[in-house]
Structure formats: C-alpha cells, structure tokens
C-alpha cells in the first residue's frame, strides 16, 4: 500500500473549480506542493494532523483551501478561481513529525506520485 495517493486532478477551464484528494496510509502533517514544467517544486499549503492549523504559499492563498477529513484518512485542496499558471502536477507530502518550516521540501520525507492540473486559458 502506498503511503499517499493523490486523485482528483485533470483539465479545466480558467475560472473554474477542481478538488484534489490524498488518501494516507497514516495520520501525517501534510502539504501540497506543486510543480510546473521547468519549475522548481513549489509550496502551496500545509495543514496540521488536527487541520486546525492552516498555511499558504502565495500563491494559493485566497483562492485554495487546504481541508481533511481525518476519519478517512484524507486530505483535499479545494482551487478555485483557476487559472493558467496554475497548471502543474500536484504533490502531496507528508512527514510523521511537525516540521519546524513548513515550506521547505526537505520538511516532508513521505511523497505522492503527484496529480496533472490543466487550466486552459
């Protein structure tokens, strides 16, 4: 069993809305990060183990909205207001331990194999 799966990505207008899942085998401290072609792998949101602690990248922020459901061992990443320099493969990224900085790749030890977003313009 994979530790993380990530679903819920594929093609979408600007504008539009899309919700990406990542089921855990465990209950981890999470984030979603991204990764556009040519690009660095970028930070877009951390939730803590209980979700009452939240953080955004900029550029998620007011526009994502980074949720889990705990019960089922899920997280999601609500986008909304898509748009073209949104298109990436999403990652989803773990760590047993709270990070001490939540932004920095080297924070989670645990990865997805990611999720295409399409935003055409």
């Known amino acids: 069993q994979r530790p993380l799966v990530e679903s819920g990505g594929g093609l979408v207008q600007a504008g539009g809305s899309l919700r990406l899942s990542c089921a855990a085998s465990?209950?981890?401290?999470m984030a979603w990060f991204r990764q556009a072609p040519g690009k660095e792998r970028e930070f877009v949101a951390f939730?803590?183990?209980?979700?009452?602690?939240?953080f955004y990248g900029d550029s998620a922020a007011g526009r994502f909205t980074i949720a889990r459901d705990n019960a089922k061992n899920t997280m999601y990443l609500q986008m909304n207001r898509l748009k073209p320099s949104d298109t990436a493969v999403y990652y989803c990224?773990?760590?047993?331990?709270?990070?001490?900085?939540?932004?920095?790749?080297?924070?989670?030890?645990?990865w997805g194999q990611g999720t295409q977003v399409t935003v055409s313009s």
């Open positions: 939730i803590s183990t209980s979700g009452d602690g939240v």
């Open positions: 465990d209950r981890y401290y």
């Open positions: 990224a773990a760590s047993r331990f709270a990070p001490d900085l939540v932004m920095p790749i080297s924070s989670y030890d645990i």
